[in-house]
């Protein structure tokens, strides 16, 4: 299934247009690789709308965004911004638009205002100017109370709209967002959305958004599908979901089969297009004219529910690449057998009283867990809640301030060492070597972590193998899409083999495909007994987890398995209350009980 495209009227001067590309071509070189980014794309962006970019890492996506803005010139076809010429007329394109990039260069050693004095100074907003709409920016993004934090000491969802305020400081017609939401937390991504409407609606802003979170998809009033550098389709959302009508089914089985085990079985069931859980049960995408039996889904299996529900974005957007663009359903890798080395009752990781300092300021307060062998465990928390901080210190990476830390059955505190020879940890930043190919940064981590001769050629192609790897070998890994990076990030994490595997938000600004593959080699490594502590901000990721805890300002609020932590907002009203009903929920309790103590 395709989406239909719908072919852009009006020569892009037309009133009602902000936006045109018309049949534009752009290819880039890499060594001695030629890489097409854009292949005849055609499309529109209306004025006063919120208009979603779509696409899978490598799309294109941010190849377009810089097009628009001037930076790049397109090497064939034409691109009409405000009706303007985007290559011809650049410098007044940009003075007439604003451009929100992955990566917003904050200058982390200046203050909140430092920051904002900087760009209305670069923008020629006049002292005159600036006051008033200083004010109305740190109201809208909320940082009113932060203008003399350093910029480095802002959590991640706040630095996101401080981004977005410099953005802002002098007000554009056409406002360009890529990926804004990448890395932030449920509570700060509501913010921030809350804020782009409200740009459009009491300003008449139109703004064209990047996004790696398809549920995003469907608050945008049109949407652009790219992949490969074409468009394939063009329209409102309910365009791309109305045609996956009668496809798209819940499926749930008797609690004693794990919700990994079941989507495992059901990806690879004939006729199924994509699996995903999907709160207490697996969501199913079932090719056109498929009719879901329960025996030819799950021979041998009793106790089997299947409930139509009704289809959304994601749906179509795995449907579209997997039919219309040739995408491969993402394959069960190979994984390591670990030889975890649990205590008496299993555990593997005991946490006790943990505490991190930094002078007064605690990042980490009396937190206590137990991780089993096998098990995946999730860390979530809203942007500065101590995530990292906690996972620095369980990797031997960060001494603790206080408390107990025991790792594969060694005391942190005692012999880090020894512990980091057991685990794998993948940050959440690309940390590799850029400069070095794929190839190479697989064999220095291979002889970093000791492995010599045939062993070491050994893991080295198993890592090619498992992840697809073998036809990037010789590229430059800095050079990568943003899924490739993550598939060789993890390889190198595995490269020995570890008993526990650290993942500091590994998907986060990883189109869904790569998020699926990436899930289904996470879920054999646990099968083959790998511990897995993970964090990240996508909600439905958090299903993925046997448990998890949910922090704030550094202390647990919550912990449990993702059905007993639902339940917290079961009584809220919620009939059936998803993963970021919960986190929501406990976070806006906990922010309202410290402000009352304050």
Same mark, same amino acid.
């Given at each position: 299934?395709?989406?239909?495209?719908?072919?852009?009227?009006?020569?892009?001067?037309?009133?009602?247009?902000?936006?045109?590309?018309?049949?534009?071509?752009?290819?880039?070189?890499?060594?001695?690789?030629?890489?097409?980014?854009? #292949?005849?794309?055609?499309?529109?962006?209306?004025?006063?709308?919120?208009?979603?970019?779509?696409?899978?890492?490598?799309?294109?996506?941010?190849?377009? &965004?810089?097009?628009?803005?001037?930076?790049? +010139?397109?090497?064939?076809?034409?691109?009409?911004?405000?009706?303007?010429?985007?290559?011809?007329?650049?410098?007044?394109?940009?003075?007439?638009?604003?451009?929100?990039?992955?990566?917003?260069?904050?200058?982390?050693?200046?203050?909140?205002?430092?920051?904002?004095?900087?760009?209305?100074?670069?923008?020629? +907003?006049?002292?005159?100017?600036?006051?008033?709409?200083?004010?109305?920016?740190?109201?809208?993004?909320?940082?009113?109370?932060?203008?003399?934090?350093?910029?480095? !000491?802002?959590?991640?969802?706040?630095?996101?709209?401080?981004?977005?305020?410099?953005?802002?400081?002098?007000?554009?017609?056409?406002?360009?967002?890529?990926?804004?939401?990448?890395?932030?937390?449920?509570?700060?991504?509501?913010?921030?959305?809350?804020?782009?409407?409200?740009? +459009?609606?009491?300003?008449?802003?139109?703004?064209?958004?990047?996004?790696?979170?398809?549920?995003?998809?469907?608050?945008?009033?049109?949407?652009?599908?790219?992949?490969?550098?074409? +468009?394939?389709? !063009?329209?409102?959302?309910?365009?791309?979901?109305?045609? &996956?009508?009668?496809?798209?089914?819940?499926?749930?089985?008797?609690?004693?089969?794990?919700?990994?085990?079941?989507?495992?079985?059901?990806?690879?069931?004939?006729?199924?297009?994509?699996?995903?859980?999907?709160?207490? !049960?697996? #969501?199913?995408?079932?090719?056109?004219?498929?009719?879901?039996?329960?025996?030819?889904?799950?021979?041998?299996?009793?106790?089997?529910?299947?409930?139509?529900?009704?289809?959304?974005?994601?749906?179509?957007?795995?449907?579209?690449?997997?039919?219309?663009?040739?995408?491969?359903?993402?394959?069960?890798?190979?994984?390591?057998?670990?030889?975890?080395?649990?205590?008496?009752?299993?555990?593997?990781?005991?946490?006790?009283?943990?505490?991190? #300092?930094?002078?007064?300021?605690?990042?980490?307060?009396?937190?206590?867990?137990?991780?089993?062998?096998?098990?995946?465990?999730?860390?979530?928390?809203?942007?500065?809640?101590?995530?990292?901080?906690?996972?620095?210190?369980?990797?031997?990476?960060?001494?603790?301030?206080?408390?107990?830390?025991?790792?594969?059955?060694?005391?942190?505190?005692?012999?880090?060492?020894?512990?980091?020879? #057991?685990?794998?940890?993948?940050?959440?930043?690309?940390?590799?070597?850029?400069?070095?190919?794929?190839?190479?940064?697989?064999?220095?981590?291979?002889?970093?972590?000791?492995?010599?001769?045939?062993?070491?050629?050994?893991?080295?192609?198993?890592?090619?193998?498992?992840?697809?790897?073998?036809?990037?070998?010789?590229?430059?890994?800095?050079?990568?899409?943003?899924?490739?990076?993550?598939?060789?990030?993890?390889?190198?994490?595995?490269? !020995?083999?570890?008993?526990?595997?650290?993942?500091?938000?590994?998907?986060?600004?990883?189109?869904?495909?790569?998020?699926?593959?990436?899930?289904?080699?996470?879920?054999?490594?646990?099968?083959?007994?790998?511990?897995?502590?993970?964090?990240?901000?996508?909600?439905?990721?958090?299903?993925?987890?046997?448990?998890?805890?949910? &922090?704030?300002?550094?202390?647990?609020?919550?912990?449990?398995?993702?059905?007993?932590?639902?339940?917290?907002?079961?009584?809220?009203?919620?009939?059936?209350?998803?993963?970021?009903?919960?986190?929501?929920?406990?976070?806006?309790?906990?922010?309202?009980?410290?402000?009352?103590?304050?």
């Amino acid at each position: 299934m395709t989406a239909p495209a719908t072919a852009p009227d009006g020569d892009g001067g037309g009133t009602d247009v902000v936006l045109a590309f018309r049949d534009v071509d752009k290819t880039f070189r890499s060594g001695n690789r030629t890489v097409p980014a854009l #292949r005849g794309a055609s499309l529109e962006v209306r004025r006063g709308r919120v208009t979603g970019l779509i696409g899978p890492d490598g799309a294109g996506k941010t190849t377009l &965004m810089r097009i628009t803005a001037g930076l790049l +010139v397109p090497d064939a076809g034409t691109v009409t911004v405000l009706g303007m010429d985007a290559a011809r007329d650049s410098l007044a394109v940009q003075a007439a638009l604003g451009y929100m990039p992955q990566r917003f260069g904050l200058y982390e050693d200046l203050t909140v205002q430092e920051n904002l004095d900087l760009y209305a100074r670069l923008q020629g +907003v006049s002292d005159a100017d600036r006051a008033p709409r200083y004010a109305e920016l740190t109201r809208m993004t909320g940082l009113g109370a932060f203008t003399a934090r350093l910029a480095g !000491h802002l959590s991640g969802g706040m630095k996101q709209k401080l981004g977005l305020a410099c953005t802002l400081v002098r007000p554009p017609r056409l406002l360009l967002l890529d990926e804004p939401t990448v890395g932030v937390d449920p509570v700060s991504r509501r913010e921030l959305w809350a804020i782009v409407y409200r740009l +459009v609606r009491e300003q008449g802003m139109s703004v064209l958004l990047s996004t790696a979170y398809l549920d995003e998809a469907e608050r945008c009033d049109d949407v652009i599908l790219i992949h490969e550098g074409r +468009v394939f389709g !063009h329209g409102p959302p309910q365009r791309f979901t109305e045609p &996956m009508g009668g496809r798209t089914y819940a499926v749930s089985v008797p609690e004693a089969m794990k919700k990994r085990t079941l989507q495992e079985r059901l990806a690879d069931a004939p006729g199924v297009v994509d699996a995903v859980i999907q709160g207490e !049960h697996v #969501r199913l995408v079932l090719q056109e004219g498929e009719v879901p039996e329960a025996g030819r889904l799950l021979p041998g299996l009793d106790g089997i529910a299947i409930e139509p529900v009704a289809p959304r974005f994601e749906d179509s957007f795995i449907a579209t690449l997997h039919e219309g663009a040739g995408e491969a359903a993402p394959a069960r890798s190979a994984a390591p057998i670990a030889a975890a080395a649990p205590g008496a009752d299993g555990t593997v990781i005991a946490v006790h009283g943990l505490q991190r #300092r930094f002078g007064d300021f605690y990042a980490v307060r009396n937190l206590s867990f137990d991780v089993h062998r096998g098990e995946v465990f999730g860390l979530l928390g809203a942007n500065g809640a101590g995530k990292s901080t906690t996972f620095r210190m369980l990797c031997g990476l960060l001494p603790p301030s206080g408390g107990e830390l025991r790792v594969a059955g060694v005391d942190l505190r005692t012999a880090a060492a020894e512990a980091r020879a #057991r685990i794998g940890y993948m940050s959440q930043k690309f940390s590799l070597y850029g400069n070095l190919s794929v190839g190479e940064n697989l064999a220095f981590f291979a002889s970093a972590y000791g492995l010599r001769g045939r062993r070491r050629r050994e893991r080295i192609d198993w890592a090619l193998a498992g992840f697809e790897l073998a036809a990037v070998r010789a590229a430059p890994s800095g050079e990568l899409p943003l899924g490739f990076k993550q598939r060789l990030a993890l390889a190198c994490a595995l490269m !020995h083999e570890p008993q526990i595997l650290f993942l500091d938000e590994p998907t986060s600004g990883v189109d869904p495909l790569a998020r699926r593959a990436f899930w289904r080699r996470i879920n054999t490594l646990a099968e083959a007994g790998v511990t897995v502590l993970v964090t990240t901000h996508f909600m439905e990721e958090a299903e993925y987890c046997d448990r998890l805890v949910i &922090m704030a300002a550094g202390e647990i609020l919550a912990l449990g398995t993702p059905r007993e932590i639902k339940a917290r907002a079961h009584a809220a009203g919620h009939a059936e209350p998803t993963m970021e009903d919960a986190f929501i929920r406990l976070i806006e309790a906990h922010e309202r009980a410290a402000e009352a103590a304050a």
